[in-house]
């Protein structure tokens, strides 16, 4: 008989440790549950091993968020043989059981998107955006992989064939730039410009505000959301925060500072909060500028892509610190997933983020852009005391 114990640390959260006894077991899943059983739509959050002994231990960190509506842990143990299971269920503490808002207290939703590489075949895209679940949505850039201006008309079709009624804001990767070979960059075109400028325009149609800076970056205000795409690609393929791009952020969001938030999308990941956790090493240069800035004016949700790090890697990819929330997006094409822990193959599916913002929550939601299920270890709540 299968036997689940929890211990968690802090209401609402997911952190905690969770020891499961299932002898002549091979390995078990754990689930957020109610009292039918898990929940429906989301993934498991943990595949352990079994012990030869029937023990397993599992230690969730990372600041992510107990599902509203879960009351129950769910725990599926499998035979050696694939053959037999043995489930259990555990209530968790009534204290820890996170309270569902009366109603919807969002007064801004978005969807965030990375690292799509519309390559040759639309498909994946086309699902992606369908899969969005606000009016409204982010790009974190590598929208296309080669910088190619069939590949960007391909992507605009694809807009107008899966999301004609949604508002779609880009910013640059890094593979949005076309590949030169060679020193000489001056006069090389570069299609993306027209792409960002064609879809900007296509929001401005659609009823939104937006302004430019003489620089490829934007700017646009939602319920009092400022949002700033921030262009920082260079050739060839360099990503690189400008004393101009510097002193440019820096005029506004000095004078935008009433803004309920700010909203950064920037492709590269800051060194400080990157779920890779390179040794520190920075993949934009002037890191630290962009870094002390953030810090600076603070009330910043940055987010960025370029990592390809699945949301179910053992590390979080949201991060809240000092009054800003870092999100790396993770990707639309196949995630990475590093480490030795046990999990399914469906957890290396592309990513579609859902953010909800509200006067004293942002709530991130982690999905998979092929089947929908959310993933537990993407999901997170963050107040203004987190």
């Given at each position: 008989m299968a036997e689940l114990k929890i211990k968690l640390y802090h209401a609402g959260l997911a952190d905690g440790i969770f020891k499961i006894r299932a002898k002549g077991s091979l390995a078990a899943s754990l689930y957020w549950a109610d009292e039918a059983g898990p929940l429906p739509g989301w993934s498991g959050f943990a595949?352990?091993?079994?012990?030869?002994?029937?023990?397993?231990?599992?230690?969730?960190?990372?600041?992510?968020?107990?599902?509203?509506?879960?009351?129950?842990?769910?725990?599926?143990?499998?035979?050696?043989?694939?053959?037999?299971?043995?489930?259990?269920?555990?209530a968790i503490p009534g204290e820890y059981i996170p309270c569902r808002p009366d109603a919807d207290r969002a007064f801004?939703?978005?969807?965030?998107?990375?690292?799509?590489?519309?390559?040759?075949?639309?498909?994946?895209?086309?699902?992606a955006l369908r899969?969005?679940?606000?009016?409204?949505?982010?790009?974190?850039?590598?929208?296309?992989?080669?910088?190619?201006?069939?590949?960007?008309?391909?992507?605009?079709?694809?807009?107008?064939?899966?999301?004609?009624?949604?508002?779609?804001?880009?910013?640059?990767?890094?593979?949005?730039?076309?590949?030169?070979?060679?020193?000489?960059?001056?006069?090389?075109?570069?299609?993306?410009?027209?792409?960002?400028?064609r879809l900007l325009r296509r929001a401005e149609n659609m009823g939104l505000d937006i302004a430019g800076s003489g620089l490829g970056h934007w700017t646009a205000a939602v319920n009092e959301i400022d949002i700033i795409g921030l262009d920082c690609v260079t050739h060839p393929r360099r990503l690189t925060f400008s004393k101009d791009t510097e002193k440019w952020l820096d005029g506004h969001l000095s004078e935008t500072?009433?803004?309920?938030?700010?909203?950064?999308?920037?492709?590269?990941?800051?060194?400080?909060?990157?779920?890779?956790?390179?040794?520190?090493?920075?993949?934009?240069?002037?890191?630290?500028?962009?870094?002390?800035?953030?810090?600076?004016?603070?009330?910043?949700?940055?987010?960025?892509?370029?990592?390809?790090?699945?949301?179910?890697?053992?590390?979080?990819?949201?991060?809240?610190?000092?009054?800003?929330?870092y999100l790396n997006d993770g990707s639309v094409a196949p995630t990475e997933l590093k480490g030795r822990e046990l999990y399914p193959e469906e957890w290396k599916d592309g990513v579609i983020t859902e953010l909800g913002i509200s006067d004293d929550t942002v709530e991130i939601t982690m999905k998979s852009a092929q089947s929908g299920m959310i993933y537990p270890r993407g999901y997170y709540r963050f107040g203004k005391h987190s």
């Open positions: 595949y352990v091993p079994v012990n030869p002994t029937g023990d397993a231990e599992f230690r969730f960190d990372g600041h992510r968020a107990i599902p509203y509506g879960a009351t129950h842990v769910f725990v599926r143990c499998i035979s050696p043989d694939f053959q037999k299971t043995e489930e259990a269920i555990t801004c939703r978005f969807s965030v998107m990375s690292d799509l590489h519309l390559a040759k075949k639309p498909g994946r895209i086309r699902q899969m969005a679940g606000s009016n409204m949505i982010l790009l974190a850039g590598d929208e296309v992989n080669d910088g190619r201006m069939e590949q960007y008309q391909e992507f605009l079709q694809c807009i107008e064939d899966a999301a004609p009624d949604k508002i779609v804001l880009p910013i640059a990767g890094n593979h949005d730039w076309p590949v030169v070979s060679g020193r000489d960059f001056d006069g090389i075109p570069v299609p993306y410009a027209d792409f960002q400028e500072r009433d803004a309920k938030r700010h909203i950064i999308l920037c492709h590269a990941p800051l060194a400080d909060h990157n779920p890779q956790r390179s040794n520190g090493e920075a993949y934009l240069s002037r890191n630290e500028y962009l870094q002390n800035m953030v810090e600076h004016y603070g009330n910043i949700i940055y987010i960025s892509g370029h990592t390809h790090v699945s949301p179910n890697y053992e590390k979080a990819c949201a991060e809240y610190d000092a009054g800003n929330l």
